[in-house]
Structures are given as structure tokens and as C-alpha cells.
């Protein structure tokens, strides 16, 4: 293993944890009116669990489990970014005062998304062939 390789889980972790942290502090901030709050429930319950499905895909049992913990956290990273969207297009917030967040949004797509294929290749090489 290089130190890269072993870094890159622990990094993935704290920088998923930021990006919940941020989340939270962003819900805070929003209006008290319904129509927020309610918006805002969703985003956090999603831009949180993200971090969280990547912590359970580090404890994964078998690769097939990291994948699928991996996928969670992807779709989870979808939704957070489908809230923020809809937390801009309704007015709540400007997109200047989101673009920072949807961008780390983006990378992190992009990050778990090159994980997930490297594992599934992993996966596949890895099993026997029938004969």
C-alpha cells in the first residue's frame, strides 16, 4: 500500500465530515418560514448522510458491501445537491452564497464516483470465472 492509498480513505472521511458540518451551519441559517424549514430538513437529513455512508463503507464486511455503501453515499450526494438546487431556484438563498458548497458537492461526485468504479472493477476481476 502507498501512503496514498492508505491517506485517501482517512481524507474522504474528514472532508465528507466538513461537507456535513457545512450543511448543518447552512440550515441554521435558513428562513424560519415553512417552505424553507421544510427544504432545509431534507438537505440536512441528505448532505449529512453522506459522511455516514462512507464511514459504514470503510467497515464494509466484503467489497460488494463497500460498493453498495459507496452508492448509498452517492445518492445521498445526488439529493443534497437536487435540495440546493431547489433552495436557489426558489429564492431562499442566492446561488452565490451556495456555489461553494455545490461545488465540493460536485468533487465529492466525482471523488466517490471513481471510487465506486475502481471497487466494481476490483469486484469483478477478483471473482472466478465459470467454466
Known amino acids: 500500500m502507498t501512503e496514498e492509498s492508505i491517506r485517501q480513505p482517512q481524507d474522504l472521511r474528514i472532508r465528507t465530515k466538513h461537507f ?3 450543511i448543518i451551519k447552512l440550515y441554521s441559517a435558513m ?3 415553512v417552505v ?19 464511514q459504514e463503507g470503510f467497515r464494509a464486511r466484503s467489497k460488494a458491501e463497500y460498493v453498495s455503501k459507496l452508492e448509498g453515499g452517492l445518492q445521498e450526494l445526488a439529493e443534497t445537491t437536487y435540495w440546493m438546487d431547489l433552495i436557489v431556484e ?10 461553494r458548497l455545490m461545488d465540493e458537492a460536485k468533487e465529492l461526485n466525482a471523488v466517490l464516483t471513481t471510487c465506486v ?11 472466478p470465472r465459470k467454466i
Open 36 to 54: 424553507a424549514q421544510t427544504i432545509g430538513k431534507q438537505l440536512l437529513r441528505s448532505g449529512t448522510s453522506v459522511g455516514a455512508h462512507i
Open 31 to 33: 428562513p424560519k418560514h
Open 117 to 127: 468504479k475502481k471497487a466494481k472493477a476490483n469486484l469483478t476481476a477478483n471473482k
Open 90 to 99: 426558489a429564492g431562499v438563498f442566492s446561488l452565490s452564497k451556495l456555489s
Open 20 to 22: 456535513a458540518i457545512r
